[in-house]
């Protein structure tokens, strides 16, 4: 049963730049929630997506869109890069046979910004 | 979403047992308690889960106490492996559930 997957691993962009980060989340789940974290901080929420649309988000600015797809995967898409977002970006996914509160994160994209 | 306070770091050998606090005076009736447990450039990993009392499983032990403004995860007998961050979080089971962090507590096992 394969967990929640990201790529790429790593990635090194600059600023003013756009990126993509996947997801794909643990078998039988249909939700998927997209975190930051910045060095020496808890992850902070950046939006939920359930049945392709975006359901729920945190504090983050337009910048930050995502996508989920029929198969339930999923993609973060950041523009206009800001040295400040250099951080782990996580998934998550959830499923209707645990609690919402009950999430699998995947090993993370480490994003750095020159 | 109820605010947890819990210890920056602490620090264990191995082989003693780990105790950590959190407190949340603001738990709602309908929230839950959960630990995760975090090893660095990695997710955070599902530990434990629990509403009231004592819960337990194979790898810790969640104690709440009556009135559950606080909560207490207990692991039995630390490896150097154990080594990581731990939150506690508290909320509910809506289907818009998003997950609050604070900062963790740094647990630093020694040989």
């Known amino acids: 049963d394969a967990g929640v997957t990201q790529s790429p691993t790593h990635l090194i962009k600059t600023r003013g730049q756009q990126v993509t980060l996947r997801c794909s989340p643990k078998s039988g789940h249909d939700t998927v929630s997209w975190y930051q974290q910045a060095l020496g901080q808890g992850p902070q929420f950046i939006f939920q997506?359930?049945?392709?649309?975006?359901?729920q988000r945190g504090n983050f600015p337009d910048r930050f869109s995502g996508h989920q797809f029929p198969n339930y995967s999923s993609e973060l898409n950041v523009n206009a890069l800001l040295l400040g977002d250099s951080a782990l970006y996580l998934c998550?996914?959830?499923?209707?046979?645990?609690?919402?509160?009950?999430?699998?994160f995947g090993p993370g994209t480490r994003l750095t910004v020159l | 979403l109820a605010k947890t306070t819990q210890p920056i770091s602490m620090d264990s050998y191995e082989g003693q047992e780990v105790n950590i606090t959190c407190s949340h005076n603001n738990i709602a009736t309908n929230d839950y308690i959960t630990w995760y447990q975090q090893f660095p450039s990695q997710g955070p990993r599902f530990i434990i889960q629990g509403y009231k009392t004592k819960v337990t499983n194979e790898v810790a032990s969640l104690f709440i106490p009556a009135d559950r403004k606080s909560s207490t995860l207990s692991l039995p007998r630390v490896s150097l492996s154990d080594t990581a961050v731990y939150y506690c979080?508290?909320?509910?089971?809506?289907?818009?559930?998003?997950?609050?962090f604070g900062t963790g507590t740094r647990l630093l096992v020694s040989p």
């Open positions: 979080l508290v909320g509910g089971n809506t289907g818009f559930q998003k997950l609050v």
């Open positions: 998550a996914s959830s499923g209707e046979r645990e609690r919402a509160d009950t999430q699998y």
């Open positions: 997506y359930y049945e392709e649309e975006e359901r």
